[in-house]
């Protein structure tokens, strides 16, 4: 029985031994945190906001600047709603204009939603951003016009 209050003893100290040691010890940052700031959906979301300010693909950035390019908004005003992974079924992403070849490879990429104004919009992009189709625009648009 005294041994074995003595190796419960014994183990609780060098238990709290580690623990003490693991609180004390400060953690540094990753060199890449201190580095690199991560392109957010949206630049300026005020406390208890619903919208997200989490990391997107660098594919969504670049569809998120040519659709405020080609509406005349600045970037800030479209929110990124998702960014979903797809595997699109031409190099023309899907969605070829009348009478343009596409290349019939699988193009792995993503499909991004996006609203500003009150209307939605959708990209599809490969996974860099380099081929970029503008997909759809909101009902609404052609309501209004």
């Known amino acids: ?3 074995i209050i003595i190796a419960l003893v014994a183990l609780a100290a060098i238990t709290g031994g580690a623990i003490l040691f693991k609180q004390n010890k400060k953690e540094e940052p990753r ?4 580095t690199q700031t991560p392109a957010t959906s949206g630049d300026s979301v005020s406390s208890g906001s619903l919208v997200h300010d989490l990391p997107i693909e660098p594919a969504a950035k670049v569809a998120r600047k040519n ?7 600045d970037e800030k005003d479209i929110l990124i709603l998702e960014v979903k992974d797809q595997d699109w079924p031409d190099s023309c992403l899907g969605v070829a204009a009348v009478d343009e070849f596409c290349a019939q490879v ?3 990429g993503f499909e991004v939603i996006m609203t500003v104004g009150g209307k939605k919009y959708v990209y599809r992009t490969d996974k860099d951003g380099t081929i970029l189709r503008r997909a759809s625009v909101a009902e609404s648009d052609y309501e209004s016009k």
């Not at 060199?31 to 201190?34: I, L, R």
């Not at 659709?67 to 908004?73: E, G, K, Q």
């Open 1 to 3: 029985m005294l041994k």
């Open 106 to 108: 699988i193009t792995p």
């Open 67 to 73: 659709l405020a390019d080609f509406l005349s908004v």
């Open 31 to 34: 060199k890449e945190e201190q």
